[in-house]
């Protein structure tokens, strides 16, 4: 298990990324996991940076773990904003043309497809968004 504290800012994707990788490569995941793990990396850190902190600084924890028996990559990330429960959000409606969509979703609409499971709670005063990734 890895876990990580960084800014809540877009130049924290590397960081987290290049941990990642490091510890995927460690427990002989496939790159295909890893690049799935890489896009939800930076879908997520992308909006924690854009609206938790309404702009102001704050935190992200990260926490990453591998569940050999389920055979699952566990992503756990925390932030201090505002209350906000991503997966409750409508989905993006995918048929409207590009002009006529509204705004935003887009990216954890893609976390939501591409994991097996993903769950939020409201926590000590923190979000805790659990990402869970099936291994290849």
Known sequence: MITCQANAVINSIPLLCDLTGDFLNGNHISE???SICMIIIDEIINNISSYAYDG???TIFYKLDFD???KQIIMTFEDSGSPFDPISQKSPDLDA???DRKIGGLGIYMVKKLASDVRYEYRNGKN???VYVSVA
């Open 56 to 58: 102001g600084k704050g």
């Open 128 to 130: 805790v968004l659990t």
């Open 32 to 34: 295909e996991t890893g």
């Open 68 to 70: 050999p028996i389920r």
């Open 97 to 99: 043309d590009a002009d």
